[in-house]
């Protein structure tokens, strides 16, 4: 594999439309697990679920900006880079405001009414929602009042990190083409990035909680953009990526027995001690072990997908269809996404069904109604440009990657 300004990069595409499914599938599980806030909760919850959720809490959301930096660094070889910026701004500022303004409406309206906090209306909700100066709801106000982007925080972070990483393009560039880097071993590398993160573990994790606020989120902020730039060199080393591919199945191993202790000490299986009583190399210990399920997923799964889905079609996507459709539709299916699972799971709480009926039930609601949304969505050019998509349709039916999206 190499990175040839105009190499078309499909497990890049399949990559992140796997990842957004798994997103959608972790949000109904919000749903029915107890110990994590979300805004609604079902009456039944699974310890078991959330055990199989924290599977991929450590990791999903690095492994989307690791391969959007990828993306940007392989887009930059024929894209300017104010010309790239562009895009990105269009592209995921304006989603921002349309969901901030809309889609996430019914989200906090049916969490504050599960809550006893509002009278029913949702219209009159909707209005004191936009007002900054409203006086609804005052303990949960913001800098600018109600307004929130909940599910889709991942945009204002992806874009700064993406201004951030253009505007010092330059020496990032510099540095991954420098020959001591590009003749640096993968396995070197691969050492320097875990005590990275270890450092980012033990030094912001217990003082700056996960807020999805931006100005405050000093610990994701640590472990998302040095995934981001992490993602930005190593699309340029085209031999780290070949080691990588090679070296799959070690990642996955090292991946599952990282999770394997993770669960175990979650279970009590090594004993419990308060936060206080915890010795610096026991969180040493911790650490070493987040840091590694944390990279070794990442670059187990880059490496599957560099070895079985870089190419157009496959024996589940013969002609290319279902990839097409989803580079195309995954942004749309990302925003809708979250406020449907809670529309839905509202609308079937009262009918008391079996829980893994409902469960079901709500999968296929949530994907019907994300199929709808973006059928409704692409056939305007109003609602192209606020869902992120090309206002004006293509003039051909070629199909073309899109992994800088």
Sequence with gaps: MTTTPYQRHYDLDWLRTLAFGLL????????????????IKSDVTSE????LMILTNQWR?????????????????????LGLFGLRSNRLLIPLLCGMFIVVVPQVYFEALSQQLIEPGYLSFWWQYINPNTELLR????????????????????????????????????????????ALPGRYAF?????????VWLTLRAHFPSTHALLDDWYNHGKYMLAFVGGYLFAQQ???????????????????????????????????????????????????????????????????????LNRPTSKLDKDGSLLHYSNNAILPWYMLHQTLI?????????????????????????CLGCW?????????????????????????SGRKSTVMQ
């Design 61 to 81: 959301m690095s492994l989307l900006f690791f391969i959007s930096a990828m993306a940007l660094a392989l887009a930059q070889q024929r894209s300017s880079r």
């Design 139 to 182: 303990d949960h106000h913001s800098p600018i009042g109600l307004l929130t982007w909940n599910h889709l925080w991942f945009l204002p972070y992806l874009w700064c990190y993406s201004a951030l990483v253009l505007l010092f393009a330059g020496p990032l560039n510099r540095l991954a083409q420098a020959n001591w880097l590009q």
């Design 342 to 366: 809670i529309v839905f799971a509202v609308w079937l709480k009262p009918l008391a069904l079996p829980v893994g009926i409902e469960a079901i039930a709500l999968i296929v609601l949530t």
């Design 238 to 308: 085209g031999n780290w990526w070949q080691q990588v591919i090679r070296c799959r199945r070690y990642f996955l191993l090292a991946a599952l027995l990282c999770y394997c202790l993770i669960i175990a000490d979650r279970n009590g299986v090594f004993g419990s001690l308060p936060d206080n009583e915890i010795s610096f190399v026991l969180r040493l210990v911790f650490s070493v072990v987040l840091s590694l399920n944390h990279w070794c997923w990442i670059l187990a799964l880059v490496g599957y997908a560099g070895r079985y």
């Design 48 to 51: 078991a679920l959330q055990n």
């Design 24 to 39: 959608i599938l972790y949000h109904i599980g919000m749903y029915y697990v107890a110990d994590w806030g979300w805004h």
């Design 372 to 396: 709808a949304g973006y059928e409704l969505i692409k056939r305007f050019w109003l609602s192209r440009w606020l869902f992120g998509l090309k206002v004006k349709l293509p003039a051909s």
């Design 191 to 199: 050492l320097l990035i875990v005590p990275s993160m270890m450092v």
